[in-house]
């Protein structure tokens, strides 16, 4: 996801209801979270069934990466969104 598209993501979510920056980085988190669990719970379910290495699919490590992107971004922000930091 380029920075644009994030800025647009942020911007749309902000039109439909959530008010500031605390919810957003509350939503962005929670976001991430429920991302990641469902990463690896397929991965895990994937290679039970399959016998197969499920962390090297392109739609996995494409997950792995929009996380870390994510987190990276929020890092600097407190743990609650309550101010942002410059």
């Known amino acids: 996801m380029t920075k644009d598209e994030k800025l647009k993501f ?8 959530l ?3 605390a919810e957003m980085v509350i939503v ?3 976001l991430t ?9 397929y991965v895990e379910v ?4 399959f ?5 090297e699919e392109m739609e996995v490590i494409a997950a792995r990466k929009m996380i870390c992107e994510v987190r990276e971004g929020l890092n600097g922000l ?9």
């Open 19 to 21: 008010k500031g920056m």
């Open 46 to 49: 994937r290679n039970d069934l």
């Open 10 to 17: 942020i911007e749309e979510a902000l039109e439909k209801g």
């Open 28 to 30: 962005m988190r929670d």
């Open 78 to 86: 407190p743990a609650d969104g309550s101010k942002a930091v410059e």
């Open 51 to 55: 016998g197969m290495e499920a962390a």
């Open 33 to 41: 979270d429920c991302l990641e669990d469902m990463t690896d719970h």
